[in-house]
């Protein structure tokens, strides 16, 4: 099946540093993949969609230029939350799904991001 | 604008129980409706999806039927097992279009005991 991979697992920095992270299609093309964040005893919500070879679309209320996206490849999304702050503490999850409205989405196993 | 609600919000059943979870929806033009568990601390796995044109999936001990019109999925969890305990999860897709994307649910969390 579609495997979805999400590096680091959990990061810990201190408040001012900029956080990457990646979302990986391991055996399939994602044309567009999605960046959610949970915060605690809540559901996801979307923050992004990711494009290919194009701008990302960001939800309304998310800062585009703190949370920087990337999707340089058909396999590789990347998220960059930028001079990180305690309050951006969180776990993001990205999805991915393969092209046609039909397809299920894939979702990685999230990061847990922790700001001191 | 499409709200997502889950009923209960949290359950707790011995194990070998049959159970039912809810999920609500306030727009009923959607593209598809999809279950999924999540962990503690980990990402979602699918369970079912459903598109807008069926009533029901099943997949092993799960069923997920889905009324569109009454904007109601439930999903039926037969003989639970402790291993079931988890977050579900359920999430409507409003369209194909990639700019349309999920509306998830709060959620309702699960513990089966042994």
């Known amino acids: 099946g579609a495997v979805v991979s999400q590096h680091p697992s959990r990061v810990i920095c201190k408040s001012g540093t900029s956080v990457k992270i990646e979302c990986r299609s391991l055996d399939f093309q994602a044309t567009t993949m999605f960046w959610y964040r949970q915060f605690p005893k809540q559901s996801l919500m979307l923050m992004a969609t990711s494009n290919e070879g194009s701008k990302a679309t960001y939800e309304q209320g998310v800062e585009k230029d703190k949370f920087l996206i990337n999707h340089a490849s058909l396999t590789l999304s990347t998220l960059t939350v930028t001079s990180a702050h305690p309050e951006d503490s969180s776990f993001y999850i990205c999805?991915?799904?393969?092209?046609?409205?039909?397809?299920?989405?894939?979702f990685g196993d999230g990061t847990r991001l922790s700001i001191l | 604008k499409q709200e997502v609600t889950q009923i209960p919000a949290a359950l707790s059943v011995p194990e070998g129980e049959n159970l039912v979870l809810n999920c609500s929806f306030t727009d009923s033009a959607i593209y598809n409706l999809q279950w999924f568990r999540q962990d503690p601390g980990k990402g979602l796995t699918s369970l079912l999806l459903?598109?807008?044109?069926?009533r029901e999936q099943t997949s092993g001990r799960l069923n997920a039927s889905l009324d569109k019109s009454s904007g109601r999925s439930t999903l039926y969890i037969a003989a639970s097992q402790p291993g079931d305990s988890a977050t579900y999860l359920c999430?409507?897709?409003?369209?194909?279009?990639?700019?349309?994307?999920?509306?998830f649910g709060p959620g309702t969390r699960l513990s089966v005991l042994p």
């Open positions: 459903i598109q807008s044109s069926q």
């Open positions: 999805s991915a799904s393969l092209t046609g409205g039909y397809q299920p989405q894939h």
């Open positions: 999430a409507v897709r409003l369209g194909r279009d990639y700019g349309q994307n999920f509306v």
